[in-house]
Nanobody
């Protein structure tokens, strides 16, 4: 599985941005694709995840719930992260990652994901 993240950039507080994660070497099955991020000097953290099969099971970190939305286009083999009302604390390198099955309860952490793409930088300035 190869994952290619894109869409990062420099935006201002309150702006919106959409990240894309294009997957190759796999088809959507029973796994999960997620977005995780790492801010400077901080540990990598979970942001959002979506089940590959139905695209209806979604999980979000509390810090982004209500502002970020994860979705996927099965035909394009791509997962998106729509980020609205961006805050300075959202500044980080964002990674997409996948795992082969769903985790009961949906309480994901970075160690739950086996395949990772390269990151895309998101910088939110005031």
């Amino acid at each position: 599985v190869q994952l290619q993240a894109s869409g990062g950039g420099l935006v201002q507080v309150g702006d919106s941005l959409r990240l894309s994660c294009a997957a190759s070497g796999r088809t959507f099955g029973s796994g999960v694709t997620g977005w995780l991020r790492q801010a400077p000097g901080k540990e990598r953290e979970f942001v959002a995840a979506i089940d590959d099969w139905s695209g209806t099971l979604k999980h979000y970190a509390g810090s982004v719930k209500g502002r970020f939305s994860i979705s996927r286009d099965k035909a394009k083999n791509t997962v998106y992260l729509q980020m609205n009302s961006l805050k300075r604390e959202d500044t980080a390198v964002y990674y997409c990652a996948s795992r082969s099955n769903r985790k009961v309860g949906g309480n994901y952490s970075p160690s739950d994901f086996a395949s990772w793409g390269q990151g895309t930088q998101v910088t939110v300035s005031s």
